[in-house]
């Protein structure tokens, strides 16, 4: 009996056996990284129109003079007819004497606009095309000086009246328009100019 291993009370119990967890291990899960808002991320919208400096705005502004101050023929029966509404286009008579008072300006300012801005690629698109605008609606305004010339009409007569008025008016309203439009740094977009311009830049 000496040979029979020592018996112990543990040895009659059964055998704990390892039950299966009902917690199965949690997934890993990526943390979702938070973008910058300033280095792209999803909601913020970037600009692709830069606003014009100073300089190609006020470029841009003169070169509507050229049209503004050769519609002022046209008006001479609307501010003749309204005196008050004269009196706010006192402020531009030295200018416009001045600028009469050089021979041949238009033609000079023409060509200056034309051969010096419009077909200058050192000036940026914005400024050109604002440029062949300016020549464009002058060229037009040429127009009906010389079907006047050439038929003639009764002088002072009631279609020359109307039509006079109506293109001064005309060239009044896309002045205020393009001069707005360039101080705020936005591309005015003239009737009847705007694709013609496009087409010669």
């Known amino acids: 009996m000496a040979t029979l291993p020592l018996l112990r009370p543990c040895c009659f119990l059964p055998t704990p056996t390892l039950k299966p967890s009902l917690t199965r291990p949690t997934p890993f899960l990526p943390l979702k990284s938070k ?31 050229l049209p503004f101050f050769n519609s002022l023929q046209y008006g001479r029966y609307l501010l ?8 706010l286009f ?9 600028y009469r008072s050089i021979p041949y300006s238009s033609f000079v300012a023409f060509f200056a606009l034309y051969l010096g801005i419009v077909r200058n690629p050192s000036f940026p698109r914005y400024v050109r095309f604002n440029a062949m605008q300016a020549v464009t609606l002058d060229v037009l305004l040429v127009l009906p ?26 060239s009044l309203i896309c002045f205020v328009y393009s001069v707005a439009s360039c101080v705020l740094g936005r591309t005015p977009h003239l009737p009847f100019v705007a694709d013609a311009a496009s087409r010669q830049i």
């Open 35 to 65: 973008k910058n808002p300033q280095n792209g991320a999803v909601g913020t919208r970037m600009s692709n129109t830069a606003t014009p400096p100073p300089t190609e705005r006020l470029i841009s502004i003169a070169s509507y003079a």
């Open 80 to 87: 003749a007819q309204n005196p008050t509404l004269a009196v």
């Open 90 to 98: 006192d402020p531009i008579v030295p200018l416009l004497a001045f």
């Open 145 to 170: 000086l010389l079907f006047h010339r050439i038929f003639s009409p009764a002088r002072g007569g009631p279609i020359l009246v109307w039509s006079s008025n109506a293109i001064f008016i005309f």
